[in-house]
């Protein structure tokens, strides 16, 4: 009897920890969030702001979204666990260090040809808030 009492034990103990990651790292984000961030890319795609400030802007909504599914660590940090919620891993890595080339290695001749993938940025952006819908 007291090998079963403490069998159940440990299965609750592990559903419990289960339950704790695979929920806190899934949160839904609630349809007037993405609302919200849907209007902040559609912003900021037609705001007058230079491509390369587009890009560190839409790095930091792509992050911000991670942290409301429940990522709590900087960008760098979060895709190395590679998130469930991520399709595509290495473009989002590609696009992340875009934005710190940009941010704080760049030559001028290189930056324009940098900055033409500001867009691919926030096509992965709306893609990720579709697939959270």
């Known amino acids: 009897m007291r090998e079963f009492i403490i069998s159940i ?3 609750i103990i592990l559903i ?8 806190k790292w899934q949160k839904k984000i609630p349809k007037n ?3 919200y961030y849907k209007n ?3 912003k900021t795609q037609n705001s007058q702001i230079s491509s390369k400030e587009k890009i560190v802007t839409y790095d930091k909504i792509y992050h911000n979204i991670l942290k409301e599914t429940g990522y709590e660590w900087n960008f760098w940090e979060i895709l190395k666990k590679k998130p469930s919620v991520i ?3 290495n473009k989002i890595w590609e696009l992340h260090k875009l934005r710190n080339v940009l941010v704080h290695e760049i030559e001028s ?3 324009k040809k940098l900055i033409s993938q500001w867009n691919s940025y926030k096509d992965e952006i709306l893609k990720l808030l579709k697939w959270l819908s």
Do not use: A, C, M
């Open 87 to 89: 399709k595509d891993i």
């Open 9 to 11: 034990v440990i299965i």
């Open 33 to 35: 969030k993405i609302d």
């Open 16 to 23: 419990w920890i289960y339950l704790i990651f695979f929920y």
């Open 40 to 42: 902040i890319v559609l």
């Open 109 to 111: 001749s290189e930056e």
